[in-house]
């Protein structure tokens, strides 16, 4: 069946300094999701890339969606305490017939 | 307010008693799931249901049924749980276009089987 490895699994950095999280898919992906889960929360929406090659803004976050649609990325400039908690990539596979499929999650812990 | 509602939220319960996790939107989506999380496994998709009397097997549906008899409702039921069914469980739901659109979470129910 269709993986979704994400990396890496714990990421640790100081408030200021940039984090990026990557997925990549063993299938050719329909779309990929992003969420954000903060700790003791439920995961939470942030963006859908469709669009091979896509690259979408939100703020601080850039996302990007590989020519391929095999690999993903989350990219976080000048990471703030407000970051911190599990980004997870979700990724549907081609033909939308499969169910969405996640990554294992990528922690995001900030030192003040 | 647009929203997912799971109940219960935290329940404690022993091997092989039967229950019900029960999952609700009401914003008219037609794609509900459930997932499970567990710690180094991220989420986990249980089942899946397209819309009304449509369900389908997600990655780990072994020990775990569900029914969509109407568009709101999706509930999870345990025949016959086991202590690894232990988890975090959370539904979700969609709209349902030409693809999977952003997925709603509910709150999540923490399970503990003895």
């Known amino acids: 069946g269709q993986q979704v490895m994400q990396i890496p699994q714990y990421q640790h950095v100081q408030e200021g300094e940039d984090f990026t999280t990557y997925c990549n898919s063993s299938?050719?992906?329909?779309?990929i999701q992003w969420y954000k889960q903060r700790p003791g929360g439920h995961p939470v929406f942030l963006i859908q890339?469709?669009?091979?090659?896509e690259v979408k803004k939100q703020k601080r976050l850039t996302f990007q969606f590989g020519e391929a649609k095999k690999n993903s990325s989350l990219h976080i400039t000048a990471t703030q305490t407000t970051d911190v908690g599990t980004y997870f990539c979700?990724?549907?596979?081609?033909?939308?017939?499969?169910?969405?499929?996640f990554g294992k999650g990528t922690h995001l812990i900030i030192q003040p | 307010e647009a929203q997912v509602t799971q109940n219960p939220r935290y329940l404690i319960t022993v091997t092989g008693k039967k229950l019900t996790v029960t999952c609700s939107q009401n914003m008219n989506h037609e794609y509900m799931s459930w997932y499970r999380q567990d710690p180094g496994l991220g989420l986990r998709q249980i089942y899946y249901?397209?819309?009304?009397?449509?369900?389908d097997k997600g990655d780990v549906p072994e020990g775990y049924k569900v029914s969509r008899k109407e568009k709101r409702n999706f509930p999870l039921i345990l025949e016959s749980p086991s202590p690894n069914q232990t988890s975090l469980y959370f539904c979700?739901?969609?709209?349902?276009?030409?693809?999977?659109?952003?997925?709603?979470f509910g709150p999540g129910t923490r399970l503990t089987v003895l």
């Open positions: 249901s397209m819309n009304v009397e449509v369900t």
């Open positions: 299938t050719t992906l329909s779309n």
């Open positions: 979700a990724g549907l596979g081609g033909g939308g017939a499969d169910g969405l499929t």
């Open positions: 979700a739901s969609s709209p349902l276009g030409s693809l999977t659109d952003t997925q709603y």
């Open positions: 890339l469709v669009k091979s090659g």
